[in-house]
């Protein structure tokens, strides 16, 4: 019987932890979770920026191309 008994308080020892770690795997996986949103929306902004970069840059190749064109017209004249 005191066998038992100490067997029967082992197990509800180990529960306990198991338990615990179970909530600190939880507090974990949340904290993970949100550290991946943080980062998706991170990209989406510097996807944005690179974006809003590269429109800035082919207008201004544009206009740079449009210049030389009208220097060269007006050099063949």
Known sequence: MQETTIRAL???AHSAV???ESQLL????KALLN???IL???MADIK???NAYL?????????D???LRCLSVREAT
């Open 10 to 12: 082992h197990l509800l």
């Open 18 to 20: 198991l338990r615990k």
């Open 26 to 29: 939880t507090t974990d996986s």
């Open 35 to 37: 550290d991946g949103h």
């Open 40 to 42: 998706r929306q991170q």
């Open 48 to 50: 944005h920026e690179l």
């Open 55 to 63: 429109a800035k840059a082919k207008k201004k190749a544009s206009a």
């Open 65 to 67: 191309s449009m210049n």
